[in-house]
């Protein structure tokens, strides 16, 4: 797996971290929290080694750095990393 691959997850892995520190009644973070982990686990499967990479500040950035990652990235699993990916963002609004 590329360099941008490792950064993608490394990326995610913060967005996750945002979305459960957040005290949230309605539970919408917990969910989103949930659908990054979600996301970790195809970047597991695929044996993607994360990269400690600097915090974007929000779950959103995040997202939006994970997904500019994998835009440089190539291999036969990126295609389906960043599909997953382009999902969670859709379900967190993040455009």
């Not at 995610?12 to 309605?26: E, F, K, M, Q, V």
């Not at 939006?64 to 382009?86: E, H, M, Q, T």
Request: glycine share 10%; net charge negative; with cysteine.
């Amino acid at each position: 797996m590329s360099l941008s691959t490792g950064e993608a997850y490394g990326h995610l892995r913060n967005a996750a971290w945002h979305y459960l520190s957040i005290d949230d009644d309605g539970g919408e973070c917990v969910l989103l929290g949930a659908a990054c982990l979600d996301v970790e686990d195809a970047f597991e499967k695929a044996e993607v080694i994360p990269e400690l990479v600097q915090d974007e500040g929000s779950a959103e950035a995040a997202i939006k750095a994970a997904l500019a990652s994998l835009g440089n990235g190539n291999g036969p699993l990126v295609p389906a990393l960043r599909d997953a990916l382009v999902e969670l963002a859709v379900r967190a609004g993040v455009r």
